[in-house]
């Protein structure tokens, strides 16, 4: 089903893309407000653009998915085994990072004065259960 040949020009513009989304929310929750800055005009622009890299990141994930497909017949086994394994694959990384989120907004509830809680159990249960998808994060 996947082929073992790597695309490592286009695993570096993913890896770029997702960078990028990383430095957006640093810069979006003002982690790195010296940085920017001090940053000439166009870097400092192109980060403040960052969560682009969502939409730059799926589409090259979605060439290379269906290039690893590209001599396949897809048939419902076979999609059912690739869904499958990227479940896997990529949930249980997702739920513990969705772990790690609660329990930081928890410390900070605890911790920080006037902080309330930002996550409801609709949302907690939306976010484990449905898909993820990109969302348009600028305000």
């Known amino acids: 089903m996947e082929s073992s040949r790597r695309f490592c020009f286009v695993d570096a513009l993913r890896g770029i893309a997702a960078f990028s989304v990383v430095l957006f929310h640093a810069i979006a929750g003002g982690h790195v407000n010296t940085f920017i800055s001090l940053a000439p005009y166009p870097v400092a622009f192109i980060l403040r653009h960052g969560d682009l ?11 290379v998915i ?7 017949r897809v048939t419902f086994p076979l999609l059912a085994r690739f869904m499958l394994r990227r479940s896997i694959r990529l949930d249980p ?3 513990m990072a969705m772990a790690v989120t609660i329990l930081f907004s928890l410390l900070s509830m605890r911790f920080v004065a006037d902080k309330s809680a930002v996550l409801s159990t609709n949302q907690l249960i939306a976010h484990l259960f449905t898909c993820r998808k990109y969302s348009d994060t600028r305000k």
């Not at 269906?66 to 396949?72: A, D, I, K, Q, T």
């Open 53 to 63: 890299g969502v939409a730059i990141f799926f589409v090259l994930s979605g060439f």
């Open 93 to 95: 990384p997702y739920w």
């Open 66 to 72: 269906s290039h690893s497909l590209y001599r396949e």
